[in-house]
Each structure stands twice: as structure tokens, then as C-alpha cells.
């Protein structure tokens, strides 16, 4: 076209160009919008989704540190319990110690005794 032609476009022409003008920068502003929406809305998902993580958490910590508690009052138990063995332990060989004491007193007691009777029989019989 020449542009002496496109200068004398038809007023109606011109009208019809501007409403579609006008509608397409409409459409294009519905979109842009839905577009904000859209992100708008699958931000709001992921704050949901991290909402619900975080609850999660903080319902899992006050369990998570009665576990820790738990397990630390085992491991106490078990120590106590391997020192309680140690004790007795002890306490058996201690006890072993003192009857054989005992046993050797009585023995040194019957030496003794018999060395008595010994002597006694030698003075007697001497």
C-alpha cells in the first residue's frame, strides 16, 4: 500500500483498529494479572506446604527431646548398673578373702592349739 492510500483510511477502519488495539491490551492485561495470580497462588502453596513442615517440626521436637531424655537416662541406668556389678563383684571377693582369712585363722588356731599340746605332752611325758 502507498501511504497516500494509508492516510485516508476509512474512519471506521481506523475505529475498528483501535478497538482491537484497546482489546488486545485488555487481554494482555488479563493475562499479566492472571499470571500475578498464578504465582500469587502457588506462592501461598509453598508457604502452606512450609507452614505444615514447620508444624510438623514443632510437634517431632518436644517427642525428639523425650527421646534424648529417655536416652540418657538409660545410658545413667547402665552405668549404674556396671558399677553395681563392679560392686559385687568386689563384694564376692571380698567375701572369698574373708573366709579364707577365716580358714587360715582357724588353721593358725589349731597349729597353735596343737603346738600347745605338743608341748604340754612333752613336759608331761618328758
Do not use: E, F, K, W
Not at 517431632?60 to 534424648?68: A, E, N, R, V
Not at 541406668?77 to 572369698?96: E, G, R
Not at 577365716?102 to 613336759?123: E, K
Amino acid at each position: 500500500m502507498d501511504s497516500s492510500r494509508t492516510s485516508q483510511t476509512h474512519p471506521r477502519m481506523r475505529l475498528a483498529r483501535t478497538r482491537s488495539t484497546t482489546h488486545c491490551n485488555t487481554l494482555q492485561h488479563i493475562a499479566t494479572h492472571y499470571n500475578t495470580l498464578q504465582h500469587a497462588v502457588s506462592h501461598c502453596i509453598t508457604l502452606q506446604y512450609t507452614a505444615t513442615h514447620c508444624n510438623t517440626l514443632q510437634r517431632t521436637t518436644p517427642h525428639c527431646i523425650t527421646l534424648h531424655h529417655t536416652a540418657t537416662h538409660y545410658s545413667t541406668l547402665q552405668h549404674t548398673a556396671t558399677h553395681c556389678h563392679t560392686l559385687q563383684h568386689t563384694a564376692t571377693s571380698c567375701n572369698t578373702l574373708q573366709h579364707i582369712a577365716a580358714h587360715r585363722n582357724t588353721l593358725q588356731h589349731a597349729a597353735t592349739h596343737g603346738d600347745t599340746l605338743h608341748h604340754i605332752a612333752a613336759l608331761t611325758l618328758g
